[in-house]
Antibody, heavy 120, light 110 residues
Framework: QVQLQESGPGLVKPSETLSLTCAVSGYSISSGYYWGWIRQPPGKGLEWIGSIYHSGSTYYNPSLKSRVTISVDTSKNQFSLKLSSVTAADTAVYYC?????????????WGQGTLVTVSS | QSALTQPASVSGSPGQSITISCTGTSSDVGGYNYVSWYQQHPGKAPKLMIYDVSNRPSGVSNRFSGSKSGNTASLTISGLQAEDEADYYCSSYTSSSNVVFGGGTKLTVL
């Protein structure tokens, strides 16, 4: 059974960089699939942040592209998110997920989510 | 404002059928068969219910079905059950290689 677990600071100061890691168990990232990050501000809807192929190719939401970096570490079977210059608008529950084998348009496995608050 | 438009809420009685719409444009919903639907209970992660317009992942009840006509996709839940009460989100791949979501629909089982 594929399982994903997000980890990282729950509080980030404005203008700093948000960093999260998603540890994957039950499946080897290097074997395939797309992997991604989706967020949900409190009480609001879902927003796709970006995705990465197991080979390292990345795809980002145009509205966040200038601030987002997603990377993969196959040796640790995990992938990471960095979001720079954060503001209060970046406060959200951040989910990591496994997409499909041939695309990132849907996500079949999700982590439990981690709340990141941007505040001084 | 979300890229895809969903009704804010829908309701139905146990045993009934309901349909949730998801309206986009020819650059997303209408242009690709890459529409998916998610169910989200309070405090929980979303669960994939439908992918590629009408495909159900293994383990999802066949009471859930998806379809698309033009720029509007739909999720139908038949034989409504109390456990179906949740928020539902649609999403679509776009011509900009982006993924966009709808604003979500709260389903109330009366």
């Amino acid at each position: 059974q594929v399982q994903l677990q997000e980890s990282g600071p729950g509080l980030v100061k404005p203008s700093e960089t948000l960093s999260l890691t998603c540890a994957v168990s039950g499946y080897s990232i290097s074997s395939g699939y797309y992997w991604g990050w989706i967020r949900q501000p409190p009480g609001k809807g879902l927003e796709w942040i970006g995705s990465i192929y197991h080979s390292g190719s990345t795809y980002y939401n145009p509205s966040l592209k200038s601030r987002v970096t997603i990377s993969v570490d196959t040796s640790k079977n995990q992938f990471s998110l960095k979001l720079s210059s954060v503001t209060a608008a970046d406060t959200a529950v951040y989910y990591c997920a496994r997409h499909g084998y041939s695309g990132y348009d849907w996500a079949g496995y999700w982590g439990q989510g981690t709340l990141v608050t941007v505040s001084s | 404002q979300s890229a895809l438009t969903q009704p804010a809420s829908v309701s139905g009685s146990p045993g009934q059928s309901i349909t949730i719409s998801c309206t986009g444009t020819s650059s997303d919903v209408g242009g690709y068969n890459y529409v998916s639907w998610y169910q989200q209970h309070p405090g929980k992660a979303p669960k994939l219910m439908i992918y590629d317009v009408s495909n159900r992942p293994s383990g999802v009840s066949n009471r859930f079905s998806g379809s698309k006509s033009g720029n509007t996709a739909s999720l139908t839940i038949s034989g409504l059950q109390a456990e179906d009460e949740a928020d539902y989100y649609c999403s679509s791949y776009t011509s900009s290689s982006n993924v966009v979501f709808g604003g979500g629909t709260k389903l109330t089982v009366l």
